[in-house]
């Protein structure tokens, strides 16, 4: 069907004015394509991503108590009711009273990041020392110390030993069970390996690093054959 235009509209479309809004228009749609087109991709998870594949928890890891120090120390600065630790110039509560100048000793932490890394296999991340209370004098500082990393001898699953040997080179491995859950492999020597081929059981020495604000969270380490 053919298309009638009055004069007006004839003069209209083939003004200037037209045909800057024709291309406007024709702009417009080109750009809702193009922003239709990024949003249908960023769906897609970008390899740039560090937790691409992966699920929140599984990228932050898992927080565990790895470690305590005792350090000796010079009081700094007074800031208000904190002061300052020489020589890191670490920040603490100023609970003892404590004046610039005075020797004193500080309870220090580091945690570890547990994550999952390529092919399962765990990654450890450790943090910096961390001052968390302060001591007048180093016998406290022990005795808290002492109920954070405890030491026990305890029997754990035996997963299994293995053997490899590469240009002519032996390696013998025992991974176990610690009890709280974690894995380790450890190298033993050929006699042990033959000693421990075929147990279920192994008796081994353990330290429980337990956390400070949270005292039923804990980590065990290994720390030797019984």
Request: aromatic residues 8%; contains cysteine.
């Amino acid at each position: 069907m053919l298309k009638h235009y009055s004069v007006g509209e004839a003069a209209w479309k083939a003004s200037p004015r037209a045909a800057k809004i024709k291309n406007a228009l024709r702009l417009a749609a080109a750009m809702l394509l193009v922003a239709c087109l990024l949003g249908a991709c960023s769906n897609e998870k970008s390899v740039f991503s560090k937790s691409a594949g992966r699920s929140d928890s599984e990228a932050s890891g898992t927080s565990v108590p790895w470690d305590y120090r005792i350090v000796a120390g010079t009081v700094g600065d007074i800031v208000g009711s904190d002061m300052t630790v020489l020589p890191d110039n670490a920040l603490l509560p100023n609970d003892g009273n404590y004046a610039t100048g005075d020797k004193i000793w500080t309870l220090q932490y580091m945690s570890a990041n547990m994550t999952e890394g390529e092919g399962g296999r765990s990654e450890v991340g450790l943090s910096a020392w961390t001052p968390i209370k302060s001591y007048p004098d180093e016998a406290k500082a022990k005795a808290d110390i002492a109920n954070l990393k405890i030491s026990i001898q305890t029997n754990v699953e035996l997963v299994g030993v293995y053997l490899t040997e590469y240009k002519g080179q032996q390696r013998r491995f025992a991974i176990i069970t610690l009890p709280s859950g974690n894995r380790i492999k450890q190298p033993i020597d050929q006699e042990r390996y033959a000693k421990l081929k075929g147990l279920k059981k192994v008796p081994v020495l353990v330290e429980e690093v337990h956390d400070y604000g949270q005292y039923d969270l804990s980590y065990a380490k290994f720390r030797g054959w019984a």
